[in-house]
């Protein structure tokens, strides 16, 4: 059974930093990313990393958010730094099988974690 678990949401006020973790089991997956949604919002891109070579970052977090990966454990990280109240939302981890398709689209994506939420206090 695939299972994605994601783990290091919480309470932060702005400025400060978090790291979530995701850690995959059940199978392999060539990229692994995160995705986050909002109140109200549709659920957006953050992040990929496409078996730890190539890593695509959504500009409204470019410099301040880092993707990482660990293929021997099967887990991609979330370094977020500088947080602002505009990034609270519930942060999502999301796996795909293959490489075809636009990365930016949820919908392409193979599996999901449950998430975890993050809140950026002002």
């Known amino acids: 059974q695939v299972k994605l678990v994601e783990s290091g949401g919480g309470l932060v006020q702005a400025g400060g930093s978090l790291r979530l973790t995701c850690a995959a089991s059940?199978?392999?997956?060539?990229?692994m990313g995160w995705f986050r949604q909002a109140p109200g919002k549709e659920r957006e891109f953050v992040a990929i990393?496409?078996?730890?070579?190539?890593?695509y970052i959504a500009d409204s977090v470019k410099g301040r958010f880092t993707i990482s990966r660990d293929n021997a454990k099967n887990t991609v990280y979330l370094q977020m730094n500088s947080l602002t109240p505009e990034d609270t939302a519930v942060y999502y981890c999301?796996?795909?099988?293959?490489?075809?398709?636009?990365?930016?689209?949820?919908?392409?994506?193979?599996?999901w974690g449950k998430g975890t939420l993050v809140t950026v206090s002002s």
């Open positions: 059940g199978r392999t997956f060539y990229g």
């Open positions: 999301a796996a795909r099988l293959g490489s075809s398709g636009t990365y930016t689209d949820p919908g392409r994506m193979d599996y």
């Open positions: 990393n496409w078996s730890s070579s190539v890593t």
